[in-house]
């Protein structure tokens, strides 16, 4: 698709279930982060990947959350046992490669998940 | 400590005023630096990167000063479309971006 793709774009779970959040990136792009924004806050990294691989998962807040990238293309946050402080924009981002430099590789957001837990 | 420190806001502007933001950060190792606009409920874009020169983008100019870890933005001629909150970021290495809290701006008629 022409950009990154967030679904769903809202999601109110009660405390304690399971939800999963996916991110569908740009085609091509090989990196994809995940963040979480919380209300007033600038975006919190959570994790990274290279490819299929988690390269950085030090945002994980705990071991309630995981992410997958199983064929390198779509990524799937998982949080288990929700709690009310995970409520949150939920964020992703891909991108075309690492980078260290001043470009930003074509560094692009999808529009978020907002999450509710009750 | 947080990485990425910016004015706390909110900066309330005439039209047509110019106004400045600043930020720091606490990584001296950092190599690249960039600013972000947040707009209500939607996702953050790249408004401009900031290269060690300084760089101007229209009514934007960003500034870097690497020896005291300060970066700015500088609006000029502000317009009502510049309401948003503005994001201060640094690569954390591997585009790891590090977001300051954001300065939230809203220009008044």
């Known amino acids: 698709g022409a950009g990154v793709s967030q679904t769903p774009s809202n999601k109110v779970t009660e405390k304690g279930k399971y939800v999963e959040l996916r991110c569908d990136p740009i085609?091509?792009?090989?990196?994809l982060y995940w963040y979480r924004q919380s209300l007033g806050q600038g975006p919190e990294f959570l994790i990274y990947?290279?490819?299929?691989?988690?390269?950085?998962d030090s945002g994980l807040p705990n071991d309630r959350f995981f992410a997958v990238r199983p064929e390198g293309s779509v990524s799937t946050l998982k949080i288990q046992r929700t709690e009310r402080g995970d409520s949150a924009v939920y964020l992703c981002?891909?991108?075309?490669?690492?980078?260290?430099?001043?470009?930003?590789?074509?560094?692009?957001f999808g529009s978020g998940t907002r999450l509710t837990v009750v | 400590r947080k990485e990425v420190e910016q004015d706390p806001g909110p900066f309330n502007v005439p039209e047509g005023a110019t106004v400045a933001f600043n930020c720091t950060y606490s990584n001296s190792a950092s190599q690249s630096f960039f600013w972000y606009r947040q707009d209500c409920r939607k996702e953050p874009k790249l408004l401009m990167s900031?290269?060690?020169s300084g760089n101007e983008d229209g009514r934007f100019t960003a500034q870097l000063n690497r020896a005291s870890q300060y970066i700015s933005l500088l609006i000029r001629d502000s317009k009502l479309s510049d309401s948003a909150t503005y994001l201060c970021v640094v690569n954390g290495g591997y585009n790891k971006l590090i977001f300051g809290a954001g300065t939230r701006l809203a220009v008044h008629p």
């Open positions: 085609s091509g792009h090989t990196a």
């Open positions: 900031v290269y060690s």
């Open positions: 981002a891909s991108s075309l490669g690492p980078g260290t430099g001043q470009r930003d590789y074509g560094y692009t």
């Open positions: 990947f290279q490819g299929t691989g988690a390269a950085d």
